[in-house]
T-cell receptor, first 113, second 112 residues
Framework: DADVTQTPRNRITKTGKRIMLECSQTKGHDRMYWYRQDPGLGLQLIYYSFDVKDINKGEISDGYSVSRQAQAKFSLSLESAIPNQTALYFC????????????FGEGSRLTVL | SQQGEEDPQALSIQEGENATMNCSYKTSINNLQWYRQNSGRGLVHLILIRSNEREKHSGRLRVTLDTSKKSSSLLITASRAADTASYFCATVPLTGFQKLVFGTGTRLLVSP
């Protein structure tokens, strides 16, 4: 089983719908992240959480919200999806420490029509 | 905004050849990391080099870091078709929290 699991892996939805992407991890890491990747581009940080009671905005948080339900679970919500939120979304985890090395899930491909 | 910028954006070589990718960044760093992404899949960490290191090896991978030029290179020796992927550099800033800032990636195609 994957250490970082994302669901759903693919989702097609319509403009205005609420969407939740879920992430769970078995690595025991305290830090979790949500990134967005657009075709031909690098990754942009949406939100990150250093522990259950900690939530921080990243570079592109507008239009998104998150919930850290437990150390192992971190979900990303799009309250009212719009077409330019069509992208590949990645959850990642990291240990506390100075290296910042990330462990990624397989991604959730979201298409907003 | 993307701190790292990889060069070239795309690289096409034959199996057995070496592949070199470059990364430039803008601010002082704690470390620089290289990740690999197979098409549509999650990124996988390849190698990390700290700011006080100049060169590091891992199997067929060789990474160099020049902090004076704010640049790094990733060399893959004796490339295989299975090395076909996108490669991203990511930097961790010297101060502040350890948030990786990713470049835009180099797409490597290794033909049999």
């Amino acid at each position: 089983d994957a250490d970082v699991t994302q669901t759903p892996r693919n989702r097609i939805t319509k403009t205005g719908k609420r969407i939740m992407l879920e992430c769970s991890q078995t690595k025991g890491h305290d830090r979790m992240y949500w990134y967005r990747q657009d075709p031909g581009l690098g990754l942009q940080l949406i939100y990150y959480s250093f522990d259950v009671k900690d939530i921080n905005k990243g570079e592109i948080s507008d239009g998104y919200s998150v919930s850290r339900q437990a150390q192992a679970k971190f979900s990303l919500s799009l309250e009212s999806a719009i077409p330019n939120q069509t992208a590949l979304y990645f959850c990642a985890t990291s240990e506390v420490g100075d290296t910042g090395e990330l462990f990624f899930g397989e991604g959730s491909r979201l298409t907003v029509l | 905004s993307q701190q790292g910028e990889e060069d070239p954006q795309a690289l096409s070589i034959q199996e057995g050849e070496n592949a070199t990718m470059n990364c430039s960044y803008k601010t002082s760093i704690n470390n620089l990391q290289w990740y690999r992404q197979n098409s549509g899949r999650g990124l996988v960490h390849l190698i990390l080099i700290r700011s006080n290191e100049r060169e590091k090896h891992s199997g067929r991978l060789r990474v160099t870091l020049d902090t004076s030029k704010k640049s790094s290179s990733l060399l893959i020796t004796a490339s295989r078709a299975a090395d076909t992927a996108s490669y991203f550099c990511a930097t961790v800033p010297l101060t502040g929290f350890q948030k990786l800032v990713f470049g835009t990636g180099t797409r490597l195609l290794v033909s049999p």
